[in-house]
């Protein structure tokens, strides 16, 4: 689907006026962010473009600035996929897994439990677009996770992406069909942009959050062509 379609379509999705859309959407592609077609030939809108429309909606104040408001979070990386912490080898810890509330009875050994587990599944997907420090940008990330939702290896309902644009630090939770959390990523802005815009500490959180669902409206209708 062409961007001047598959805009309008995402701006309703997410809950944004189409005007406003259209506005991001023009401030992306002024900057390349999303590839501009010439003449009669204009080309699909790519599911990393979506992807970075997506985090341009949550991330911007000032439409007309997305591109230079989204670039921090589109060179946002980090070193995902950690490894649970062994917590049943303490007395904290295992009062911490008793808080967790994801047994009925003793908490499995740490290969069995199901933080590991998914832990160990979800950094076998990330393994491949890992760089050499097994870091990963924000919006491959995600593509991943869209993946994940085109196999129906993940349930939308699963996943919830928060965005703390005071901070400069955006979150991928995942939780268990009861509503118990599995695992999470954190990224945080490059340091050079947390000095100028996500300076400020003692803001008041300006958090834009939404569920795996805004990601699956980005799945039905684009490829994945980073493959």
């Given at each position: 689907?062409?961007?001047?379609?598959?805009?309008?379509?995402?701006?309703?999705?997410?809950g944004?006026?189409?005007?406003?859309g259209?506005?991001?959407?023009?401030?992306?592609?002024a900057?390349?962010l999303?590839?501009?077609?010439?003449?009669?030939?204009?080309?699909?809108?790519?599911r990393?473009?979506?992807?970075?429309?997506?985090i341009a909606?949550?991330?911007?104040?000032?439409?007309?600035?997305?591109?230079?408001?989204?670039?921090?979070?589109?060179?946002?990386?980090?070193?995902?996929?950690?490894?649970?912490?062994?917590?049943?080898?303490?007395?904290?810890g295992?009062?911490?897994?008793?808080?967790?509330?994801?047994w009925?009875?003793?908490?499995?050994?740490?290969?069995?439990?199901?933080?590991?587990?998914?832990?160990?599944?979800?950094?076998?997907?990330m393994?491949?677009?890992?760089d050499?420090?097994?870091?990963?940008?924000?919006?491959?990330?995600?593509?991943?996770?869209c993946?994940l939702?085109?196999?129906?290896?993940?349930?939308?309902?699963?996943?919830?992406?928060d965005?703390?644009?005071?901070?400069?630090?955006?979150?991928?939770?995942?939780?268990?069909?009861?509503?118990s959390?599995?695992?999470?990523?954190?990224?945080?802005v490059?340091?050079?942009?947390?000095?100028?815009?996500?300076?400020?500490?003692?803001a008041?959180n300006?958090?834009?959050?939404v569920?795996?669902?805004?990601?699956?409206?980005i799945?039905?209708?684009t490829?994945?062509?980073s493959?």
């Amino acid at each position: 689907m062409r961007a001047r379609e598959l805009v309008p379509i995402l701006s309703d999705r997410f809950g944004i006026e189409p005007e406003t859309g259209a506005v991001i959407d023009r401030s992306l592609a002024a900057k390349n962010l999303r590839l501009q077609g010439k003449g009669r030939r204009w080309p699909e809108m790519t599911r990393k473009e979506a992807i970075t429309f997506l985090i341009a909606c949550l991330a911007v104040e000032r439409p007309t600035k997305a591109a230079e408001e989204v670039a921090p979070w589109v060179n946002a990386r980090a070193n995902v996929c950690q490894e649970p912490l062994r917590l049943e080898e303490t007395e904290e810890g295992r009062a911490e897994l008793a808080e967790l509330k994801m047994w009925d009875d003793e908490p499995p050994p740490h290969e069995d439990r199901p933080d590991v587990k998914f832990w160990r599944f979800l950094d076998s997907h990330m393994a491949g677009v890992k760089d050499a420090n097994r870091r990963i940008g924000l919006v491959n990330y995600l593509e991943v996770i869209c993946d994940l939702f085109e196999e129906k290896l993940i349930d939308p309902e699963q996943v919830r992406f928060d965005l703390v644009r005071s901070l400069g630090r955006a979150t991928v939770t995942f939780t268990a069909m009861q509503g118990s959390v599995l695992f999470f990523d954190s990224f945080e802005v490059p340091s050079e942009d947390s000095r100028g815009t996500f300076a400020n500490k003692a803001a008041i959180n300006l958090t834009a959050s939404v569920t795996g669902y805004a990601l699956q409206e980005i799945v039905q209708r684009t490829e994945n062509l980073s493959h």
